[in-house]
């Protein structure tokens, strides 16, 4: 008997998890360790919060999924591995043994390099936190005579959060009620086309949100937030949507892990130093590089369940061979969404339809 410990309920694993219920992996006992009994879908979140679904829309229910799959689940979360030795510690005190474990538990937001971040602003992990604090904060919005929220981070999550939390506020009338975007570069959304960016910028404007790039935050202060140029935003509340950063438990049990902390696999997603250790998602370096997004950790999935499946019954390992462009999808408001692939842009009412379409067929394959 193999035993098997999954750690993290991330896009790859639900995919290990419906794998396992269609067809268990032969004398294996399969453990999954997640601090939270649901994985909200960060594709469908903005659509959350602009009300176009409820909550229970945007969850995949893990602790059902893996009761379906014959999977032992932990409602904790994973704080150090003992390579050696080959046990899980887990936050709740449980320490679990395993012959082999896979870890797909995410990015962390970079919290320790800005003064303030932790007294006075609001990551955006974990997603489950933020999802606590939001009706609060629109609470706060409907009551105050003026709101005010800074959205730090103009990447594509930060610059789709700013668009749907816009549209929530057109929508309950708070005209009272902005937001505003900080960045560090010219145009938000670093990385994608220029044409995209472009019309992005463009569209931020048409829905006022005041876009200030080129100047990233320097302090978090109770009420404000400083920016690099030393001038100061008053605002009540400040979200922090800042890039994926690693955890720091994976580095530290002394597995091979990249300049920045993420795990470095093989073409196989097995650990490049151990090789009864499994990565893939944003907690993964790649043998050949791919940008930190959902749609990686998706397509990852299949692969990690047949190669998890492979290693725990004796057989050859297949490599990943993903491509290196992914679709990016970013609503705007007004059940309107920009998309991107490689060099290509488009933007319409129908490209959300398409959106929506593929988020809501995602999810299907879970609930
Ligand atoms: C608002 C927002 C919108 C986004 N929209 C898109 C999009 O449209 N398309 C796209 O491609 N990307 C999008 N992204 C990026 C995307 O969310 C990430 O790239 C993606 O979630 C990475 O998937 P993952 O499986 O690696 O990790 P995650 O989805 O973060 O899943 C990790 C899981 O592991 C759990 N976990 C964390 N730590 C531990 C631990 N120590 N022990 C056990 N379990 C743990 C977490 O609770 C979580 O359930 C968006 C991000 C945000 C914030």
Same mark, same amino acid.
């Given at each position: 008997m193999i035993r098997l410990v999954l750690i993290g309920g991330g896009h790859?694993? @639900? !995919?290990? &998890?419906?794998?396992?219920a $269609? !067809? #268990? %992996?032969?004398?294996c006992e399969v453990t999954l360790i997640s601090p939270f009994p649901r994985q909200i879908y960060s594709g469908m979140l903005p659509g959350w919060i602009a009300g176009h679904y409820s909550i229970e829309q945007c969850a *995949?229910?893990?602790?059902? &999924?893996a009761r379906r799959s014959g999977v032992r689940f932990i409602e904790s979360a994973c704080t150090a591995l003992d390579i050696e030795s080959k046990r899980a510690h887990c936050a709740n005190g449980e320490i679990v043994a395993f012959d082999a474990v896979s870890i797909d538990s995410g990015p962390i937001v970079d919290l320790g390099s800005v003064p303030g971040i932790l007294e006075n602003? *609001?990551?955006i992990r974990p997603i489950e936190g933020f999802v606590a604090v939001w009706p609060s904060m629109l609470e706060r919005a409907r009551h105050n005579n003026a709101y005010t929220l800074s959205i730090v981070g103009d990447g594509a999550a930060g610059t789709e959060l700013a668009f749907a939390i816009q549209e929530r506020f057109t929508i309950e009338q708070l005209t009272h009620a902005r937001v505003i975007l900080i960045g560090g570069s010219k145009l938000a959304l670093t990385g994608l086309p220029e044409r995209l960016r472009d019309a992005a910028l463009s569209l931020l404007k048409q829905r006022n949100i005041e876009h200030l790039g080129e100047r990233p935050a320097s302090a978090f202060l109770p009420g404000r937030v400083r920016l690099s140029d030393a001038s100061e935003i008053a605002c009540d509340a400040s979200l922090v949507v800042t890039g994926a950063a690693a955890p720091l438990w994976p580095a530290a049990s002394g597995m091979a892990c990249d300049a920045?902390? %993420?795990? $470095? @696999? +093989?073409a +196989?997603? !097995?650990? *490049?130093s151990h090789r009864f250790v499994f990565a893939a998602g944003d907690v993964a370096a790649y043998a050949e590089p791919r940008p930190k997004s959902g749609v990686f950790a998706v $397509?990852?999935? #299949? &692969? &990690?369940?047949?190669n998890l499946r492979a290693y725990c019954t004796g057989r050859t390992l297949c490599r990943w061979n993903s491509q290196k462009n992914a679709l990016y999808l970013i609503s705007t408001g007004k059940r309107h969404a920009l998309a991107a692939w490689g060099p290509l842009s488009i933007g319409g009412d129908w490209v959300w339809r398409w959106k929506d379409r593929i988020d809501r067929r995602f999810m299907q394959r879970f609930t």
């Open positions: 790859a694993h @639900v !995919q290990v &998890l419906a794998a396992l $269609r !067809q #268990p %992996f032969a004398d *995949i229910p893990i602790v059902d &999924l602003a *609001i990551p920045n902390g %993420f795990i $470095r @696999v +093989t +196989t997603l !097995q650990s *490049i $397509r990852a999935g #299949p &692969l &990690l369940a047949d």
